[in-house]
């Protein structure tokens, strides 16, 4: 780079990252080392002192502050500060000269932007501009507020969290003092039992001191006088000095007092690393109804009413459905037009997204599993497998298939081995109608149409819990997205319900006949969209349901 006092006519080749802009007003070409706010403009050294002896009060930023010197300017580079003269057609972006020197020289197409901008003013996308911008700032008006509130409600839930813990902490503590309390009033019993036995042998060993003193002074006396009395009081003092024998034997084997710690609690904690586990809890994402649309998945080959029994999205965003009256799979593009489909000469039910670009089908009246993989906008049947009991659900998760029948839910692998029936419902009628697992694999949703009931299980087909709720009139279908939102619709009161990722409670009816329902038989989410697609009983449409 030239130094902030080298001067080069405009012409030269030097490219500098910010050029001084009095400079160039003069054809210099000068690197610039400053940068006024107030004045829009890049200085060298020399036009610095200029400008600094005429606006005292001006803020001027050095290299050292290059990071403020872009964005004050709508009609300069970012990058360079530079007029922004060019646009190129490759990458679509406005470039000055040194961008277009730089970085945009191999590029096929450079527009100049006095050209691009002819007649631009009068444009609608420029004069829905304002209203553009007036929307989004106020979405981020909203956002900000809403961010604001949680943060005020992060700090709630911290100030809670603390108060458990301290709570937790207090009956820790509590549970401590009793256990201390109740070990103290053992060692208290103990050692009064202990204080009274030896305050007994004190008082013994006293009573036969004095025995013996009083005993062996009178023999003495009487010694050589009555040699009668004299044996009897040896007697007796052989007696009492047989029993103190025997007492202080017995004193030597007295039990004393110990104790010895419970090490089980100590080690469990020092095995544990906190008092409980803080977890970042993801936010739930409750969706409303903004808007819906109806779209037609009737083809000429269709001789019934369609009759939409399952719906599954692929990685590509297009949407595959099953046509129940219509024996046949149909392949939706991203503006759900039915662009492929393929017969199965059977009753295909549900389906769901395996690997890739490929699908299983639940075949109802033959008992089977149908394959079909999407390639090049084409549906093609691949293969498939015979199972002994009625199917009309079906799940993929981790190369396992989950099958949903009449009686429970059986677990297969992906060639047709029955591995186990995973759970079992005697209550009767169709106890897995549809099922659906969420992304971890660790909880499974399945739905009884005829008691109106959503079923949670582990993955081992234990119930972990159940919902019933009265807009939940003989639900028929769901779907766990990527993300753990469950969707539930109703055929009854023709409604979709979204109940928490866990499935323990009803987080919102989100979308209703008024929002265009009309015999809800299948429902997909896109997290692609933020859309619900809704398939209907026994009409030629699907609906599309927006969800704020």
Known sequence: MAAGGSYFYKGSDLIHDYGCSKCEENDLNTEAQHFCPDCEHYLCDKCDGIHGEYFKKHVVYGRGEIQKWAGFSIDKCDQHGKELEDH??????????VCVALNHRLCSSISHLPDLAKGFLQTTEFKQLPAAVDKIK????????????????LRDSYENII?????????????????????????????????????????ICSYMDDQLSIMIEK??????????????????????????????????????????????VLQLLRKMSRLGNVERVPSIYVGTAQSSSHFNVRIEKDKKQCYIAGICELPSGEMVLTDYTNDRVKLLNRQFEVIAHCDLLATPEHLCHTTDNNVAVAVSDKNEVHFLAVTK?????????????????????NGQLYVGSIDGLYMYNMVGRLIKKIYQDFSGGKAVY?????????RIFVTNSDYSELGTLDKTG?????????????????????????FVCGLGFR?????????????????????????PRSVWFSEQTSTLIVGNLLQDNITVVKLN
């Open 377 to 397: 906008g084409k549906l093609q049947a691949m293969r498939k497998f015979t199972i002994h009991h009625y199917c009309c659900s079906i799940a993929h998760h």
């Open 88 to 97: 190129c057609d490759d990458h679509q972006e406005l470039c000055c000269s």
């Open 434 to 442: 549809s099922c659906a697992i969420s992304a971890c694999g660790e």
């Open 495 to 519: 409604t979709v319900m979204q109940v928490d990722k866990e499935g323990r409670h009803k987080l919102a009816t989100v979308a209703r006949e008024a929002d265009g329902l009309y015999n």
């Open 219 to 264: 023999l003495q006396h009487m010694a050589y006088k009555k040699e009668t009395s004299s044996f009897i009081g040896f007697m007796k003092c052989q007696s009492k000095l047989s029993e103190a024998r025997y007492f202080v034997e017995e004193i030597r084997g007295k039990e004393g007092v110990k104790y010895k710690s419970d090490e089980s």
């Open 462 to 486: 234990q119930v972990i819990s159940t919902i019933k709720d009265p807009e939940l009139e003989y639900p028929i279908a769901l779907c766990v997205s990527q993300s753990g939102h469950v």
């Open 163 to 203: 108060v458990i813990i301290k709570a937790l902490r207090d009956e820790i503590n509590q549970i401590l003092d009793t256990l201390e309390e109740r070990t103290v009033e053992q060692l208290d019993s103990i050692m009064k039992d202990l204080e009274k036995s030896i305050k007994d042998d004190l008082e």
């Open 138 to 153: 106020s979405r981020l008006y909203k956002l900000t507020n809403s961010r604001m509130n949680y943060q005020a409600s």
